[in-house]
């Protein structure tokens, strides 16, 4: 390869590397929930349910069939990744968005997307 070609190829690899992180950029952000700020949404809106520990031991979950999930154990059901692992983000936010139709998992529309993102840091916590 001639000097000239290789700096062209160095340059085009340059730019590669910088569109890919640019483009990455905003994908990064949309997984970065703030876990504090989670943790006061979650004391808000779901500790009746699934417990101050995130157990699934809520002052409600002796009366809820199926019981709420117990966060603790990384087991979950609604997941686009294989049994065992952890959901995505964007599968819990579809939880959290929609709740669990036939299940006292109630839909939180009304929860922003920074709460929702917060919150989803926070069970990642857990
Ligand atoms: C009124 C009770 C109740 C409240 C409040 C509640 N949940 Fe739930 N949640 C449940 C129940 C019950 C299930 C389990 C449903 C099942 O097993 O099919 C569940 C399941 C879930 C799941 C699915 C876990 C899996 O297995 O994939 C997620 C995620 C979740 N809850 C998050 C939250 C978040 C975040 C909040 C607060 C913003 C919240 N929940 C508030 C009752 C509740």
């Keep these: 390869m001639s ?3 290789r700096d062209a190829a160095t340059a085009l690899a340059a730019v590669m590397v910088s569109a890919l992180t640019l483009g990455a950029a905003p994908l990064a952000a949309q ?6 700020r989670g943790r006061q ?19 409600v979950a002796r009366w809820s ?18 049994y065992g692992s952890l959901p995505t983000p964007a599968d819990l936010d579809r939880v959290i968005q929609d709740g669990l139709y036939g299940t006292r998992m109630p839909p939180f529309a009304a929860l922003s997307t920074r709460e929702r993102r917060d919150v989803i840091a926070f069970l990642q916590t857990l």
């Design 3 to 5: 000097a000239r070609r």
């Design 31 to 36: 997984a970065g929930g703030n876990p504090a």
């Design 41 to 59: 949404v979650y004391e808000r809106y779901c500790v009746q349910c699934h417990g101050a520990r995130g157990d699934g031991a809520g002052e």
């Design 65 to 82: 069939q199926p019981k709420p999930r117990d966060f603790r154990q990384g087991v979950y059901k609604f997941s686009s990744t294989r």
